[in-house]
């Protein structure tokens, strides 16, 4: 299959998602949100069902086209970087699926604001990483 169809499909199905969340609960569907929330929300039912339908879903789709992922990082690296990211996301009050697809979808500035920072942060990020040659 093209790749230009199967980004089509994947945004298709993005938007679907956001589409339900946000008319079937009235949520966001920002997943670290969700995911932080899920352990002190009184409300956390349809959180943990989100998580669980993320993992579920990459599972099944994986299992389905016969895909196996290799790891790219070891140790304690992934880990380190994974509270790294979260920290970040708690300092830009939300993570690019929050900000980047639900928010810039409903025109919020702060969201396009949020967006922008984060696009030029890993574009830096890219670049200085390539100049260490790293």
């Known amino acids: 299959m093209h790749p230009y ?22 949520r966001v ?12 929300a009184r409300d956390s039912g349809w959180r943990w069902a989100f998580l669980l339908g993320l993992l579920l879903g990459g599972w099944a789709i994986s299992s389905l086209l016969n895909l196996s992922a290799t790891p790219v990082a070891s ?41 922008v920072v984060f696009m030029a942060a890993g574009i830096a990020t890219v670049a200085l990483l390539r100049a260490l040659q790293y």
């Open 5 to 26: 169809v199967i980004s089509l499909i994947g945004g298709l199905l993005i938007g679907i998602s956001v589409f339900i969340m946000a008319r079937g609960l009235g």
């Open 29 to 40: 569907t920002g997943i670290s949100g969700i995911a932080a929330s899920a352990l002190v």
């Open 75 to 115: 140790g304690w690296s992934l880990p380190i970087a994974g509270l790294l990211v979260g920290f970040g996301t708690v300092l830009g009050s939300g993570c690019t699926s929050g900000h980047g697809v639900c928010g810039i979808g409903r025109l919020s500035v702060r969201s396009i604001v949020a967006t």
